[in-house]
């Protein structure tokens, strides 16, 4: 048990739509870090927040965007969606300068 | 470019026998690394990690070795159990400023049989 929640577990969309996934850490991680898993390959860094502003983000475009909330809750949000951008969405959470991150079940994205 | 690799994609072992999972780096600024294990349809589960300054750590049935010269680590579990069976992930970070971002490898499938 992480402590890490996710919602929606499935998501289905179509090209060109916007989609808004959920987390939910646990009091004491300060910092919550997204990760995009395509099928067969290992996580992939997309960005992290820590005390609600963006700390740091990886090789995606700006299509991808989120938000951290005081109450220890965060969205990733990825607008135009593209087909390539069906994956797995895992959500993490830690503590600043802290390398140990807990993660969520992950939410599967399939973009028709 | 791949900086963490993990070149073996499957790994069958037998029940009680030593499972040894590799992993190889290639940026030389990485100064931990961590195992998770991962089941289908669930997140990534923290494992063991271990720091640049150690060569070895252990925990129970898992035991990883670094190797900072040959920018190489390796998972050892001892005895393997049928729940062993995972999708095994190494991962590195590296000090970069206030943020510490989790490089991963592909992963190693291991099937621990009866």
């Known amino acids: 048990e992480t402590g890490v929640t996710q919602s929606p577990t499935h998501l289905i969309k179509t090209r060109g739509q916007q989609v808004t996934l959920r987390c939910s850490s646990q009091?004491?991680?300060?910092?919550v870090s997204w990760y995009q898993q395509a099928l067969g390959q290992g996580p992939q860094f997309i960005f992290q927040y820590y005390r609600e502003e963006e700390n740091g983000r990886g090789n995606f475009p700006p299509r991808f965007s989120g938000l951290q909330f005081p109450n220890y809750s965060s969205e990733l949000n990825v607008n135009a969606l593209e087909l390539d951008d069906s994956a797995l969405y895992l959500c993490?959470?830690?503590?600043?300068?802290?390398?140990?991150?807990?993660f969520g079940p992950g939410t599967r994205l399939t973009v028709l | 470019d791949q900086q963490v690799k993990q070149n073996s994609p499957s790994l069958s072992v037998q029940e009680g026998r030593i499972s040894i999972l590799n992993c190889d780096y290639t940026n030389s600024m990485f100064d931990y690394f961590l195992w998770y294990k991962k089941y289908p349809a669930e997140g990534p589960t923290f494992l063991i990690s271990i720091s640049s300054i150690k060569d070895k750590n252990e925990d129970g049935r898992f035991t990883v070795f670094l190797n900072k010269s040959a920018k190489h680590l390796s998972l050892h579990i001892v005895p393997s159990q049928p729940g062993d069976s995972a999708v095994y992930f190494c991962a590195a970070s590296a000090n970069a400023g206030n943020n510490r971002k989790l490089i991963w490898g592909l992963g190693t499938s291991l099937a621990v049989n009866p």
């Open positions: 009091s004491g991680h300060n910092t």
């Open positions: 993490a959470g830690g503590e600043r300068h802290n390398n140990e991150q807990f």
